[in-house]
């Protein structure tokens, strides 16, 4: 009876293995990188966390190779950035469409901007997956 507790404890894991999608601490480590420099490099100066969301929205549409290169993330990697409110309307967004795939490396700062949308607040959410 004890083999087959023990039998029964060390199967339990792997059974739920497969339905977890692993994230590696790379892409993790990415989306951080690409959160922290867009809270740093995007908002207005002197005002911490106070989004200049015109000037994201030029770097997002216009330089997200950039965004990508200074966060150090390959080109084999698949990346987006959205900003949406606290209610999850989103904002503005760039890169590549995020279909809502599982094993993805997601890095949250929250920030507020100068437009009634987000003057509350906002999300940034940065993705990054294979």
């Keep these: 009876m004890l083999v087959t507790i023990l039998g029964t404890f060390a199967l339990v894991p792997a059974v739920f293995d497969p339905f977890e999608p692993a994230v590696s601490p790379d892409e993790q480590s990415m989306a951080d990188r690409l959160a922290e420099n867009i809270v740093t490099n995007h908002t207005y100066a002197g005002e911490e966390r ?4 015109t000037k994201l929205e030029a770097s997002l549409q216009n330089d997200f190779g950039t965004l990508r290169a200074n966060a150090g993330i390959p080109d084999g990697e698949r990346v987006n950035v959205t900003v949406q409110t606290g209610s999850g309307v989103q904002v503005t967004t760039g890169g590549d469409t995020f279909a ?3 094993g993805t490396a997601t890095s949250v700062r ?3 901007t100068r437009e009634p949308a987000c003057a509350v607040g906002c999300r940034i959410i940065v993705r990054v997956w294979s």
């Excluded at 106070?50 to 969301?53: A, M």
């Design 110 to 112: 929250t920030v507020a």
């Design 100 to 102: 809502g795939t599982g």
């Design 50 to 53: 106070i989004l200049d969301r």
